[in-house]
């Protein structure tokens, strides 16, 4: 029985390191889509229509990030 949940334990563990490098890679790309979105604002600082776009796709990845740092937090607390 001890091992069943041994076994049990170490498979969680493994699901939530894998979550965890997941979340790392997409953090990763949101910050990077949210540098390259700071430099098309600049770039086009007078075309109105598009920075509204790019703001508007700008506050939904400061969204999910936001998102994605509380869960990374929650599973390295869990994984410690």
Partial sequence: EQ?????????????????LEKAKKE?????KRLDEIALEEEQNAT?????????????????EL???YEEMEELEEKLS
């Fill in 47 to 63: 075309d109105y229509q598009l920075l509204s776009k790019l703001s508007e796709e700008k506050g939904g990845l400061e969204e």
């Fill in 3 to 19: 091992y069943l949940e041994n076994k049990k334990n170490q498979a969680e563990q493994r699901k939530m390191k894998n979550r």
């Fill in 66 to 68: 936001m998102a994605l």
């Fill in 27 to 31: 953090t990763e790309q949101k910050e």
